[in-house]
């Protein structure tokens, strides 16, 4: 870590400056990975705890499938400006459907459908934009 008196903070390795920050933001050099989190739904309904990633698969085993429908709530630990993506696959039976909180935005007003083929992957991208204003863009049958 090295720092300029009233100015830039600068993160290192190797002798190489990684993150720095700056007047107008930060400057990342090289590349960040975020962790995708496993989240089980209970008792049908799914909270996404927005504190512990930004990335989240739906449901339980090995591979992640979605085995029930759900409902997903709101989530909680939301930030302004946070980003992610939503992963739902189908298990082997498929036909699991999802509903959504009203946080949930999405285009034209009308929550998605999610591919109900067995196996099948729906992917929801999504940024916070104020509290429980969560704008989503759906991504259906990725293969």
Not at 10 to 15: G, S, T
Not at 29 to 50: E, K, Y
Not at 78 to 85: D, E, I, P, R, T
Not at 121 to 137: F, G, P
């Amino acid at each position: 870590l090295y720092t300029e008196e009233n100015g830039a903070v600068f993160l290192k390795y190797d002798n190489s400056t990684k993150f720095e920050t700056a007047s107008g933001g930060v400057s990342l050099t090289g590349g960040a990975a975020a962790n995708i989190q496993t989240v089980n739904s209970s008792s049908n309904t799914t909270t996404l705890d927005m504190a512990t990633a930004c990335h989240f698969q739906i449901g339980s085993g090995s591979p992640v499938v979605l085995g029930e429908n759900t409902t997903f709530a709101a989530p909680s630990n939301q930030v302004v400006g946070q980003a992610g993506s939503i992963f739902i696959t189908q298990d082997g039976t498929g036909s699991r459907t999802a509903a959504f909180n009203a946080a949930f935005k999405f285009v034209g007003g009308t929550a998605p459908t999610l591919t109900t083929t067995a196996g099948a992957t729906d992917r929801i991208d999504y940024v916070i934009l104020s509290s429980n204003v969560i704008h989503c863009a759906v991504s259906l049958d990725v293969k």
